[in-house]
């Protein structure tokens, strides 16, 4: 049984930190798991879209751990950040731009078209390279302010310097433009995640259904509230849920639970 997890979400939603707590929690089992951390390297400024796009082939290129997760009989390979993201940044969060700029509230049928290529193009790279039986999308999200808090603290551990474009926009603007940025954003994966589903369904109705995941593809969403491990653990769960039956077995599922019930929030 070999899962795919795409983790997305606005910056400061919490993605790293729950990669970081679903590995934690996959060690406690014999499930074999990797990570492929998306962009591969640090883009260059005029990067467009169809850069994203063959970044994101090459990640898969590079081993990761890949390799063996392909090979072993029940893998869990995590995907932090992933074309979900290219749509976002490239296509939703400009159209969303230019339409404030005009006061308008259409769709534009250039960054329309430009979503569903971009979906399109990530779901097969996925199906084509990796062979997953399910494919789960992980949608992190967090209230503007906290994700804001977040944000400021990351840039004070790295000593007050923007690593990134969303850091960039409050060292540049202040934090006024950097709430305004997060609440695009937030809306800009909401919106993504409407492409993705339908294109989702549309290619597994299509010649192309082969491709598809035979176990379909699920989405999960991460409580910001609770502990990382908790929402790890949940979702573990989830997964086991779907799964084939020996997936994951009582015994591990019980180590699991062992080490993840001090944070539970009831």
């Given amino acids: 049984m070999r899962i795919v ?25 014999d499930i074999e798991h990797c990570t492929i951390k998306f962009p591969s390297c640090v883009p260059p400024e005029d990067a467009d ?20 997760c392909m090979r072993a009989e029940h893998s869990v390979i995590i995907l932090d950040r992933s074309f979900v993201s290219t749509m976002v940044y490239q296509a939703i969060l400009p ?27 990530g779901l097969m790279q996925i199906c084509r390279n990796i062979y997953p039986d399910m494919l789960q999308f992980f949608h992190a999200e967090c209230p503007v302010k906290v994700a804001v808090e ?20 409050q060292e540049e603007s202040g934090n006024d433009a950097l709430c305004i940025h997060i609440e695009l954003l937030r809306r800009a994966y909401r919106e993504a995640n409407g492409y993705v589903t339908g294109l989702f369904k549309a290619f597994d109705e299509s010649p192309l259904h082969h491709y598809m995941p035979r176990k379909g593809m699920t989405w999960a969403h991460m409580p910001w509230e609770q502990h990382p491990l908790w929402n790890a653990r949940l979702n ?3 997964l086991a849920i779907h799964a084939d039956a020996s997936f994951l077995s009582m015994d591990e599922y019980e180590k699991v639970m062992a080490a993840t019930d001090e944070f539970s929030p009831y």
Avoid: P
């Fill in 5 to 29: 997890m795409c983790v997305e979400g606005h910056d400061g939603a919490g993605k790293t930190t729950f990669v970081d707590a679903m590995t934690y929690v996959l060690e406690l089992t």
């Fill in 49 to 68: 879209a169809s850069w994203f796009i063959e970044d994101f082939e090459r990640t898969f290129e590079e081993d990761h751990g890949l390799r063996q």
């Fill in 95 to 121: 159209r969303m731009c230019e339409n404030a700029a005009s006061n308008e509230r259409r769709i534009s049928d250039l960054r329309h078209h430009e979503s569903l290529q971009i979906a399109g193009e």
């Fill in 150 to 169: 977040r944000i400021e603290e990351r840039m004070a551990a790295n000593g007050g310097e923007a690593l990134d474009d969303t850091e960039r926009v």
């Fill in 236 to 238: 573990l769960s989830c």
